[in-house]
């Protein structure tokens, strides 16, 4: 038949084991609003469009060996399940949101720092587009937000545990940095 129907029979997943990782998350601003704030003045603009990004780096040789060599021992493992195997890698972080639109709440005096938020409302968005007013009203809120790019990246590393004491064998350890398991109980 020229129509084939996908039929998933098996599906699974692991998680890169690093022994540890630093946080080298960045932010900047990649776009500052161009009308001047609803308060009035040069001030901040009340809103923050931001947009994040994941990032997983490898430090050094040693970790991406190591990432590389669980990530093959996954493949050879869940390849053998099935004919025909698709794999694929993604970051996972929970709650993780790639837009978020931030609401500056102070100002100058700590008095809320902007006329009104009555504009910046969802009705006031409801009603826009009731009206078929919202590429305007998305157009106008766009002149008030700064736009800002975080990087939200982990830099991770690998370095080989010895649970034995020894020299880990002939090859210099297991092949990968990944602990051996512990011995039987006597």
Not at 101 to 108: D, F, I, K, N, P
Request: a positive charge.
């Amino acid at each position: 038949p020229w129509l084939a129907k996908k039929v998933v029979t098996h599906e699974a997943e692991s998680h890169y084991n690093a022994t540890s990782w630093d946080d080298r998350t960045t932010a900047s601003v990649w776009r500052r609003a161009p009308a001047p704030s609803s308060g009035g003045g040069d001030g901040p603009a009340p809103f923050g469009k931001i947009s994040l990004s994941k990032l997983l780096v490898l430090r050094d040789r040693a970790a991406r060996e190591d990432y590389f060599a669980q990530q093959a021992r996954f493949v050879t493992v869940e390849g053998r399940r099935d004919v025909h195997a698709e794999f694929g890698t993604e970051i996972d972080v929970d709650g993780f949101r790639p837009k978020v639109l931030a609401v500056r709440t102070g100002g100058a005096g700590g008095r809320g720092g902007f006329a009104s938020s009555a504009p910046f409302r969802r009705r006031a968005y409801a009603l826009c587009a009731l009206a078929g007013l919202s590429l305007p009203y998305r157009i106008w809120l766009a002149g008030r937000c700064d736009e800002l790019r975080v990087s939200l990246a982990k830099e991770a590393s690998c370095e080989a545990a010895r649970t034995d004491g020894g020299d880990g064998g002939e090859d210099g350890g297991d092949g990968g940095g990944v602990p051996s398991p512990p011995p039987p109980p006597s």
